[in-house]
């Protein structure tokens, strides 16, 4: 009898010892980042308190009368309301909490069309529920688009957590971070057919690389670092022109962008496409973008809490720079020339307990005035 013991001891062992290979070699491993930071452009006291929250944020979009829509991060696992909004200091949920608990399940990317619709991409726990895109009035609150991603579009463990959409409102396009299934891409929806179509699943740019992300509160690593956080392609931004989507991995050293055109027209991924991608030289490790008028691109940079600025000369500066920034997530232009940046404070909620996540209460949206002026909600 002992000897059948120890030798179902020695098989749980070694099994133990195998899934922690397996799960070392697919999710762990990397070396740090340069911190690509210099002296910012504005000063750490241009940043300011837009919204305080007792959960934390998920991603942003402010409409042109300053009121701000934000998320609560799904990887905090918020029970109830799930997206609310801020308007002149009162807080309250957006959509009303019916329409919230037919229509939400993890909700986190936001943007607002310059039709006046606000559109939320909710992941479905991560592809193992039902993924969905919705549109709702501002006007209103009502609900005026709604569809449901198939298994072949968003797979089991993929993550559609951030959109753009075009300036007529017809085309939204959606990055699939893919933690766990490690098949990050893009994923272009029409409106009009309600269709949608994968591409650049597993394409250089839209991969992570070897990197660890290193936050002054964590290193992003877990269970024993067997796995750390690394992500493909999250922050998405169309410039205003509607000629460039601009994209980037949060673990890789480079952004990227492509035509709006190509995506569309595009049925399938294909050599060309691949080709029909272009490096715009090297970025932080990041996670929202947006972009401005003059055809600036505004970068997160996660590790250090601050903005960069990419011109159109390809020039990158850091724009700002706060230790009040805990994780820099998305960006948002407001009225007179605001930028929203929803701090979502990653390293304080991912896989906590709630206890821990409330004792780091409460949760920021900052703004500051980058001196150009951006269209609201993008």
Same mark, same amino acid.
């Given at each position: 009898?002992r000897?059948?013991l120890k030798?179902?001891?020695?098989?749980?062992l @070694?099994?133990?010892a195998?899934?922690?290979?397996?799960?070392?070699v +697919?999710?762990g491993? &990397?070396?740090?980042y340069p911190?690509?930071s210099?002296?910012?452009?504005?000063?750490e006291?241009?940043?300011e308190?837009?919204v305080?929250?007792?959960?934390?944020?998920?991603?942003v979009?402010?409409?042109g009368n300053?009121r701000?829509f934000f998320?609560v991060?799904?990887e905090? +696992?918020p029970v109830?309301?799930?997206l609310?909004v801020?308007?002149?200091?009162?807080? *309250?949920p957006?959509p009303a909490?019916?329409q919230q608990?037919a229509?939400?399940?993890?909700?986190?990317?936001? *943007? @607002?069309d +310059?039709?006046?619709?606000?559109?939320?991409?909710?992941h479905?726990n991560?592809g193992f529920?039902t993924?969905? #895109?919705? $549109?709702?009035s #501002?006007?209103? &609150?009502?609900?005026v688009?709604?569809?449901?991603?198939p298994?072949? @579009?968003?797979?089991?463990?993929?993550?559609?957590?951030?959109?753009?959409?075009d300036?007529? &409102?017809?085309?939204?396009?959606?990055?699939?971070?893919?933690f766990?299934?490690k +098949?990050?891409?893009?994923?272009v929806?029409?409106?009009?057919?309600?269709?949608?179509?994968r591409?650049?699943?597993n394409?250089?740019?839209?991969?992570p690389q070897?990197?660890?992300? *290193?936050?002054?509160s964590k290193?992003?690593?877990?269970?024993g670092g067997?796995a750390?956080?690394?992500?493909?392609v999250?922050?998405i931004?169309?410039s *205003?022109?509607?000629?460039?989507?601009?994209f980037?991995?949060?673990?890789? $050293?480079?952004?990227?962008? @492509?035509?709006r055109l190509d995506?569309i027209? !595009?049925a399938?991924?294909?050599?060309?496409?691949?080709? $029909?991608?272009?490096?715009?030289?090297?970025k932080p490790l990041?996670?929202g973008?947006s972009t401005?008028?003059?055809g600036?691109?505004?970068?997160?940079?996660v590790e250090?809490? $601050?903005?960069?600025r990419l011109?159109?000369d390809g020039?990158?500066?850091?724009?700002?720079?706060?230790? %009040?920034? %805990?994780?820099a997530? !998305?960006?948002?232009f407001?009225p007179d020339?605001w930028?929203?940046l929803?701090d979502s404070?990653i390293?304080e909620?991912?896989? %906590?307990?709630?206890?821990?996540i409330?004792s780091?209460?409460?949760y920021f949206i900052?703004?500051f005035q980058? &001196?150009i002026?951006g269209v609201p909600?993008q």
């Amino acid at each position: 009898m002992r000897r059948w013991l120890k030798r179902l001891l020695i098989s749980l062992l @070694i099994a133990l010892a195998l899934l922690a290979a397996v799960v070392r070699v +697919r999710y762990g491993g &990397g070396g740090p980042y340069p911190d690509l930071s210099g002296p910012p452009l504005l000063p750490e006291s241009a940043l300011e308190v837009a919204v305080q929250f007792d959960q934390p944020i998920g991603n942003v979009a402010v409409d042109g009368n300053g009121r701000v829509f934000f998320t609560v991060h799904p990887e905090s +696992r918020p029970v109830g309301d799930k997206l609310f909004v801020s308007d002149q200091g009162q807080i *309250r949920p957006f959509p009303a909490s019916a329409q919230q608990a037919a229509h939400f399940q993890t909700p986190l990317g936001v *943007r @607002i069309d +310059r039709q006046n619709r606000l559109w939320v991409i909710d992941h479905g726990n991560h592809g193992f529920d039902t993924p969905r #895109l919705t $549109a709702w009035s #501002l006007d209103s &609150g009502e609900l005026v688009h709604e569809f449901r991603f198939p298994a072949d @579009i968003a797979p089991k463990g993929s993550f559609l957590q951030d959109l753009a959409i075009d300036s007529l &409102g017809t085309t939204v396009f959606i990055a699939d971070v893919a933690f766990w299934a490690k +098949r990050p891409g893009l994923v272009v929806y029409d409106v009009t057919s309600q269709s949608a179509k994968r591409l650049l699943e597993n394409d250089p740019s839209v991969q992570p690389q070897d990197y660890v992300i *290193r936050t002054p509160s964590k290193t992003m690593t877990f269970f024993g670092g067997l796995a750390a956080l690394k992500a493909g392609v999250d922050g998405i931004a169309l410039s *205003r022109d509607d000629a460039w989507l601009y994209f980037g991995a949060m673990n890789h $050293a480079n952004l990227y962008r @492509i035509g709006r055109l190509d995506l569309i027209a !595009a049925a399938g991924d294909s050599p060309a496409l691949a080709k $029909a991608v272009q490096d715009m030289g090297p970025k932080p490790l990041n996670d929202g973008l947006s972009t401005d008028l003059l055809g600036n691109v505004y970068i997160t940079d996660v590790e250090h809490g $601050a903005v960069f600025r990419l011109d159109p000369d390809g020039h990158l500066d850091t724009l700002i720079q706060s230790p %009040r920034i %805990r994780w820099a997530d !998305a960006l948002s232009f407001g009225p007179d020339g605001w930028l929203y940046l929803a701090d979502s404070a990653i390293p304080e909620q991912m896989l %906590r307990s709630q206890a821990y996540i409330a004792s780091q209460a409460p949760y920021f949206i900052y703004r500051f005035q980058p &001196g150009i002026d951006g269209v609201p909600g993008q």
